[in-house]
């Protein structure tokens, strides 16, 4: 099989998404599929990528890369065009980043003053780029012979069904997956929890329990609710104590201002950014995104495939892969911080963290949030495009 994966920037470094893409290609090749990357910008640093648009790390506009792709697909023949932008001539379309609609009305829902949700959701698309994506988006769906979604959640496929109301038949619900990582290097680990416990003004005695918190956008994954949730956790009693690590390249001079004018400032510390997210997850305890919006995070699963049990809301496709009250929690809204800090309070508890790890070990979650299992799924989809299109 000869498949083209269609994604912007060649460039690994730029987020989860293209990461995402350059693991699916690893493993695609793997198992056999002859794969490309199809970019408009980055660099060919393997044979597997193909940059239709220049060495640049400029931006180019979608119109641009669509007829340099055209131009490629009328001299290359591929048996299945998978595209991460919304490309009409693709048999298969995989948005990352959920719908268009459905982000900006929940980037607005992440502020909370009431002017400013109502300001971001008129603005939401003063954005030219993401106007004429969303436009092609919404026409794409609308075609009779539209590519087939391959939504990363049931989250995702709800998404296309209200606001494009796409048929069943048209989506494919495939699971993200992600690249499972070696066992984590344990003189790094060691030093950074003897970091946190010392910036913490902790001892291992104490017991602290250690929620963890990653990610880059703080505003729209929910850290401000987080340390709201905190605020209640800290006045209740626990069986151990609770501390907040946080990391991520978003500045936290707001939030700590805030954990300061709760008076937990003791209750938290602040990371940076994490270049090893592993030696991270190794020595927390709990993994916990409150996001206002999240296709399927990856930081969920890579916390479920470190056998940490995770907490996280409605509004995270993620959550389909793990069974609440038994792997972790899960609450409706961002913004119920008294579930929040309920959920996290029944976590203070060495058995029933003990009790989740067993169980997200007994269920092999690992495997079932692996990029292979993502990748077993979506050949099953190639495959059926592939016989329906030679029985027509």
């Known amino acids: 099989m000869k498949l083209a994966i269609i994604t912007e920037r060649a460039n690994i470094t730029l987020g989860g998404a293209e990461k995402s893409v350059f693991e699916l290609a690893a493993r695609m090749a793997l198992l056999g599929v002859d794969v490309k990357i199809l970019a408009a ?25 669509g007829n340099a792709l055209r131009s490629h697909l009328a ?16 048999d298969v379309y995989q948005p990352r980043g959920g719908s268009y609609p459905e982000a900006a009305i929940r980037n607005a829902a992440s502020y909370n003053n009431p002017a400013a949700r109502f300001f971001k959701l008129i603005t939401s698309f003063a954005n030219i780029r993401r106007t004429i994506l969303a436009h092609c988006e919404k026409k794409m769906c609308k075609k009779e012979n539209a590519p087939i979604v391959a939504a990363l959640s049931e989250y995702v496929k709800s998404q296309f069904k209200i606001h494009y109301n796409m048929p069943d038949e048209k989506i494919r619900v495939i699971p993200n997956g992600i690249k499972l990582s070696p066992n984590p290097d344990k003189i790094r680990s060691d030093k950074l929890r003897s970091a946190i416990l010392s910036s913490l003004n902790l ?101 479920l495939a470190a056998g940490k049990p995770v907490i996280t809301t409605r509004y995270n496709g993620a959550a389909d892969l793990f069974t609440a009250d038994r792997h972790g929690k899960i609450y409706d809204s961002p913004d119920d911080i008294d579930s929040l800090a309920e959920a996290m309070r029944y976590f203070c508890s060495t058995e029933n963290i003990s009790a989740a790890k067993k ?34």
């Open 359 to 392: 169980a997200i070990e007994n269920d092999d979650i690992k495997t079932k949030v692996s990029i292979e299992t993502h990748c077993a799924k979506l050949l099953d989809l190639y495959n059926t495009i592939i016989k329906n299109r030679t029985q027509k």
């Open 75 to 90: 001299e290359e023949h591929y048996d299945i065009i998978h595209s991460v932008l919304p490309f009409d001539f693709a």
């Open 203 to 303: 001892k291992e005695a104490d017991e602290p329990v250690f929620f963890f918190f990653a990610a880059h956008n703080f505003r729209l994954k929910g850290l401000g609710p987080l340390i709201r949730a905190m605020k209640i956790l800290s006045e209740k009693l626990t069986k151990r104590p609770p501390y907040l690590v946080v990391a991520g390249k978003g500045s936290p001079s707001d939030y700590r201002r805030l954990a300061r004018r709760l008076k937990i400032e003791n209750r938290l510390i602040f990371l940076g950014p994490a270049p090893h997210i592993q030696s991270a997850l190794d020595v927390i305890d709990i993994a916990v995104l409150p996001t206002y919006y999240d296709p399927s995070s990856r930081f969920i699963l890579e916390s």
């Open 41 to 65: 910008t980055g660099t060919e640093s393997s044979h597997r990528v193909k940059i239709l648009c220049g060495d640049t790390e400029k931006r180019v506009s979608f119109k641009t890369f």
